[in-house]
């Protein structure tokens, strides 16, 4: 008797994008990562990964954001924009933007959020929340003057939109934006022809 798994539709999605794009392996784990990004992105360039934010203030839920939050448009939410960049030379790494109901969030929480320049991560790692990240979108932008001006590097951009979910519903939503050309080099055994065993 064979099993019936059902297709995982993130992960079927970005084989479709490598067999379109020539993605590399590194491309795809990005897209399909379902922790945090800051400690990913640390590991991958081998530097502490700081957080720059760009704007943060109390907005009324646009409709979009509201959908996938599964809130009321117009409800107020934290917006914030940051840029993610290595702590060495301050190189920009990742764009994201996030919407979070203040009527999810515990006091605490909401003061720590608040705060600018601390990753969410962080945020809730401090507050021991249990939560789990959904991926719900993964895509390519070709080119973007906004992108190319917070990231200092021209598209095509790797794109992904997901949920933090906590207790079952989605406390937050972000989508996060990434130069695919940081991640195209190839390491400097490969590029000066050294052979292995």
């Known amino acids: 008797m064979t099993s019936q798994n059902p297709e995982d539709p993130i992960a079927a999605k970005i084989r479709r994008m490598s067999s379109r794009y020539?993605?590399?392996p590194i491309h795809r784990v990005?897209?399909?990562h379902d922790g945090s990004m800051t400690r990913l992105l640390e590991l991958i360039f081998s530097c502490n990964a700081e957080l720059r934010t760009i704007?943060?203030?109390?907005?009324?839920?646009?409709?979009?954001a509201a959908r996938l939050l599964g809130t009321a448009p117009g409800e107020p939410v934290n917006e914030r924009d940051i840029v993610i960049v290595r702590g060495s030379d301050a190189s920009p790494?990742?764009?994201?933007?996030?919407?979070?109901?203040?009527?999810r969030l515990?006091?605490?929480?909401?003061?720590?959020?608040?705060?600018?320049?601390v990753p969410i991560g962080t945020i809730m790692r401090k507050h021991r929340i249990e939560a789990r990240r959904e991926i719900l979108a993964v895509g390519l932008v070709a080119r973007s003057r906004r992108l190319r001006n917070?990231?200092?590097?021209?598209g095509p951009y790797l794109?992904?939109?997901?949920?933090?979910?906590?207790e079952e519903k989605p406390l937050i939503?972000?989508?996060?934006f990434l130069p695919a050309s940081l991640f195209s080099a190839l390491p400097k055994a490969v590029k000066s022809g050294k052979r292995g065993p």
């Open 106 to 117: 515990k006091p605490a929480f909401k003061a720590d959020l608040m705060r600018a320049d």
């Open 173 to 176: 939503t972000i989508s996060e």
């Open 30 to 32: 990005l897209l399909g």
């Open 93 to 103: 790494l990742l764009y994201a933007r996030s919407y979070t109901p203040l009527s």
């Open 55 to 64: 704007a943060q203030s109390v907005v009324p839920c646009p409709s979009k």
């Open 159 to 166: 794109s992904r939109t997901y949920n933090i979910i906590t």
């Open 150 to 154: 917070l990231l200092g590097q021209s």
């Open 22 to 24: 020539g993605l590399l």
